[in-house]
Each structure stands twice: as structure tokens, then as C-alpha cells.
């Protein structure tokens, strides 16, 4: 794993010195913005186990037409 991992890391760093500046600004941007939204999916996520865990099997059924 941290083989993998050290290797990834080596190649996100040569292609980043291989970008130009302005391609550098927007790649920190993108990551952020994906950051942001992973956040949104943790947090969505979350609140539909919670849903997920009050629903009965005779709730699921009635919606599935079993």
C-alpha cells in the first residue's frame, strides 16, 4: 500500500513541474472544489444510513412491490 502510494505521489509530482503556472492555480482549484464535494457526499451519505437504518422491511417491501 504505501509502496502504491509513494508512487503516485511520484508521478502527480513530475507531471505538476511539468505544468505551467497557470495550469498549476487551476489543478489546486479543481482538487479543492473536489474536496468540498467529497465533504458533501460524506455528510450525504451519513444521513441516508441514518434514514436508511428507521426504515422497516415492510416499508422497503411496500416501496419495491414485493
Known amino acids: 500500500m ?3 502510494m509513494l508512487f503516485v505521489t511520484s508521478v ?3 507531471k ?6 497557470k495550469q ?3 489543478a489546486l482549484e479543481i482538487y479543492k472544489k473536489f474536496i ?3 465533504d458533501r457526499v460524506r455528510v450525504f451519505l451519513r444521513v441516508a444510513e441514518v434514514r436508511r437504518s428507521n426504515v ?3 416499508e422497503l ?3 419495491s412491490h414485493c
Open 61 to 63: 417491501c411496500v416501496v
Open 16 to 21: 505538476f513541474f511539468d505544468m505551467s503556472q
Open 12 to 14: 502527480l509530482t513530475e
Open 2 to 4: 504505501m509502496s502504491v
Open 36 to 38: 468540498a464535494r467529497m
Open 24 to 26: 498549476c492555480k487551476d
Open 56 to 58: 422497516t422491511l415492510l
